[in-house]
């Protein structure tokens, strides 16, 4: 089956939804390139690059790291692909972000398709965050030092108060998608494929 050439999906969702892990299959399965902007903004922390150094602090904390930082990432990933088929994770996360990214998509000539938003209780989302966290020191590592209850709590609240909006922006365009996020990882990629079609 030929693809088309450009799709563009945008993972909503607050911090604990499986976004990560949903984008990453549908991303196998449809040919498409997940961009995650937590994905990209770790790895310059681990290397310690200059804009690793100063984002430590913003990504330790749960805070947003400044809208032209991430700008800047996106405009420089979509540079170099050729047919424009992604998935963004964790991105955009303020309505500036959203409306940057509407511009950038329309000089490449590939406008949104599809905003899945998964809808998942405040309470069961810092559940599994937290046993993210334990999990990944049981296996030996020392996980995400943004996995902890307090960090967890206040990412939530940046959720709603920065990211929240971009729900009223993609739904007046059209675009948005609401499923459930509650349940298996194989019930809820099925619901998003639903949700897609
Ligand atoms: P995530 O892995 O998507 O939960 O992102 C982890 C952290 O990276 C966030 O708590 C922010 O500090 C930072 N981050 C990731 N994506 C963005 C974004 N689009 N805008 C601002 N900060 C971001």
Sequence with gaps: ?????????????????????????????????????????RDHVVRGTELGQQIKPMLDAGKL????ILIALIRD???????????????????AQAEELDVLLEELGAPVDH???LEVPDELLIERIVARGRQAAADGGTGRSDDTEEVARH??????????PLIDYYSAR????HVDGVGSMEE??????KSMK
């Design 174 to 177: 059209g675009h948005l998608e």
């Design 188 to 193: 809820v990629y099925a619901r998003i494929l």
């Design 1 to 41: 089956m030929t693809q088309p050439k450009n799709k563009v999906v945008i993972f909503l969702g607050p911090p604990g939804a499986g976004k990560g892990t949903q984008a990453e299959r549908l991303a196998a399965e449809q040919h498409l390139v997940k961009i995650s902007t937590g994905d990209i903004l």
């Design 77 to 95: 990933r979509l540079a170099d692909m050729e047919g424009v088929r992604v998935i963004f994770d964790g991105f955009p996360r303020t309505r």
């Design 115 to 117: 905003v899945p938003l």
């Design 155 to 164: 990412r939530q609240d940046v959720f709603r108060e920065q990211t929240q």
């Design 65 to 68: 790291v400044p809208d032209d």
